[in-house]
């Protein structure tokens, strides 16, 4: 354990180049990453649902800034976990359900990492959802309040260990992680020091457990289905896409038979994450930080609730990709004014937005870029186009994607007896639900070649920098669309994670 320690002490030392200092409370601000767990973005009220009940995600966004095209750039747990500390794309990042654990060194560029050797006061607390190679999910020692679990982490706060403390008032988890906020900023106000807490709900993850103290809320409701609801809604949708367990789960999950029912359930959990976020913003208010401490408030990946007749996430629709994101920094001139912000951002874009907040340098093997630039003015970008990446589950579902802010293209490799490699092509500036596939349609030829175009950079880059272990690069040859099918063969991974 010391060997990995010491060699992380020393990968930390040589990336920030700086001195630990310890600011004091109030000359740096305060950081609050909120992350749910599967939470589709149509299930807060600002983002154009009138049918659920968000008040405290409602009104963190209407104080800060609404991002309409944020993006998980892997969408599934573990993978996205990982980006989002490391502000790297998987093949970097490298930590992946049946692919591996994060390299220490990798872990050492992490956010936490880096702002508590600056001086942050920082906390954890729920859905580690990676491991460290050495550590396994056992991360505590990197941060000075854990309230980290393993695995999936419990909705039983009595069986997630280092949070018992809580399961007598807060029996259902979620609002625990509500009331270790509340005490890792009361802790950091009297030891006077910034503080960077992050908390990883297990909401709204399977098995469905909602508080039951909440069962009044959604009661009886009916819910309206999107326009993409269905089976018929997904007959364009690429035969690779349905090899995966998204496809079977539409009717497993019951949303075929019981949407109200489903959604009630889900949409009463994403409910319980909305009263701890309201705790926590009380005790901003109570400590006098609120106005020193920004907020970022996110989900792992998104859900698809039945769009095109799938259930779960990990495909790169829209439903699964996208994610709900709001940004609240009190000092900024944005604050206050409703805003949004249609810029293309990912999960990749926080760590080196939490550095710049704490005025630390980015790390240049960093993949995202710091959004603040888009606090300031909502309607100036901070890229061109994106990659979007499924390597999980059946290699038949395995594809990239690349985004820009009107087009998604999509390749699936896969091909075999029973289908061809396919293409699809989505123009999403007016057909967000993804209900026509324009791959194949003369008129939108330029837009394709162009788009293609824009793969292969992103495809090129993965080549470049892809890590050597955890089986990244044979996806360079198996993402290249000039290589036939014929001549591709994925080969399965040895190692296996949780
Ligand atoms: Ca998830």
């Known amino acids: 354990m010391m060997k990995f320690l010491l060699i992380l002490c020393c990968a930390v030392a040589a990336v920030t180049g700086v001195a630990e200092a310890k600011p004091l409370q109030g000359s740096r601000p305060n950081i ?29 966004g209407h104080d800060g800034v609404i991002f309409d095209r944020h993006y998980n750039t892997t969408s599934v747990c573990m993978a996205s976990r990982a980006n989002v500390m490391t502000g790297m794309y998987e093949y970097k990042a490298a930590a992946n359900f049946s692919h591996g654990d994060m390299k220490p060194e990798v872990w050492a560029k992490s956010y936490p990492v880096l702002l508590r050797k600056a001086g942050y006061l920082t906390a954890f607390a729920g859905k580690f959802g990676f491991k460290v190679d050495g550590y396994g999910y056992e991360c505590g ?5 854990w309230g980290g679990a393993p695995g999936q982490s419990q909705y039983v706060t009595a069986r997630n260990k280092s949070m018992a403390k809580y399961a ?44 039951p103290r909440f069962d009044d809320v959604y009661a009886g409701k009916t819910f309206t289905k999107s ?11 690429s035969p690779q896409s349905k090899m995966g367990r998204q496809y079977p789960r539409f009717t497993e999950w019951n949303y075929d038979t019981d949407y109200d029912g489903v959604m009630a359930k889900y949409y009463q959990q994403v409910y319980g994450i909305d009263v701890a976020l309201g705790m926590i913003r ?21 859900f698809i609730c039945g769009a095109h007749g799938y259930a779960s996430k990990v495909l790169p629709m829209e439903e699964s990709a996208r994610a709900p994101l709001l940004i609240f920094d009190p000092r900024s001139p944005s604050a206050g004014k409703k805003l949004r912000s249609p810029a293309l951002t990912g999960n990749i874009d926080f760590a080196p937005t939490i550095l710049e907040l704490a005025g630390l340098p980015v790390p240049s093997t960093m993949d995202g870029v710091s959004l603040l630039p888009l606090l300031n003015d909502p309607a100036s970008d901070v890229r061109e186009q994106m990659a979007f990446i499924n390597v999980f589950g059946p290699p038949a579902t395995h594809s990239l994607t690349c985004l820009t802010k009107e087009w998604k293209y999509t390749y699936w490799w896969y091909g075999g007896a029973k289908m061809d490699p396919m293409e699809e092509l989505y123009y999403l500036k007016k057909d967000a639900l993804e209900m026509t596939n324009l791959a194949a349609n003369p008129e939108a030829r330029a837009a394709l070649e162009t788009m293609r175009a824009n793969y292969d950079t992103e495809l090129a880059r993965w080549k470049e920098q892809a890590v050597s272990y955890n089986d990244y690069q044979q996806y360079g040859t198996l993402f290249d669309r000039t290589i036939p099918a014929g001549e591709k063969k994925w080969v399965r991974v040895k190692k296996q994670s949780e």
Request: net charge negative; hydrophobic share 35%; glycine share 8%.
């Open 32 to 60: 609050i990453y909120l992350m749910a767990d599967d939470q589709n973005f149509g299930s807060i009220g600002i983002y154009g649902n009138s049918e659920v009940i968000t008040p405290n995600m409602d009104k963190l």
């Open 141 to 145: 020692e990197f941060f000075d309040i």
């Open 168 to 211: 007598k008032e807060y029996p259902h988890s979620t609002l625990s992680y509500g009331a270790f906020g509340q005490d890792v900023i009361k802790s950091a106000v009297e030891q006077d020091k910034p503080f960077c807490l992050s908390i990883s709900f297990k909401a709204a993850h399977k098995p469905a457990t909602p508080d």
């Open 227 to 237: 326009a993409n609801f269905g089976r018929e809604a997904g007959e364009h949708m």
């Open 282 to 302: 009380k005790e901003l208010e109570a400590q006098g930080v609120a106005d020193n401490t920004v907020i970022i408030y996110t989900s792992d990946n998104g």
